[in-house]
């Protein structure tokens, strides 16, 4: 009986433990204000290229950010800290809390 209650408690502390790794952004929860901020910032830095409320216009290399799903996060923000095919890189330029913002912006604008 011991060693069944060790092996259950192992098994949910490494649940607890691998939650816990979990990025703060990729869980975090999407609000109007998040989302209006990473508008703001969009339009900065991001509508010339992507397109106008993530419309993206006809001709352009750039991606289309309305086909990014919710699993897309790491990548997304790999792509603009780091830049991707024609994408120059944004890192120095945008901070994580800019970039998360972008994301609930794309996230809020893509899910209506």
């Not at 109007?32 to 419309?55: F, M, N, Q, V």
């Not at 919710?70 to 890189?89: C, H, I, Q, S, W």
């Amino acid at each position: 009986m011991k060693n069944i209650m060790r092996a259950w408690l192992r098994a949910v502390w490494g649940i607890a433990f691998a939650v816990a790794l979990v990025p703060a952004a990729v869980a975090q929860t999407v609000t109007p204000e998040t989302a209006a901020k990473g508008e703001d910032i969009y339009s900065d830095y991001c509508w010339t290229c992507h397109g106008e409320k993530l419309r993206n216009p006809g001709g352009g290399t750039s991606f289309d950010l309305r086909r990014l799903k919710p699993e897309d996060y790491g990548r997304f923000v790999n792509a603009v800290l780091n830049g991707k095919n024609t994408m120059p890189p944004w890192r120095g330029v945008l901070d994580q809390a800019q970039v998360d913002a972008i994301w609930a912006y794309i996230r809020t604008t893509v899910d209506r």
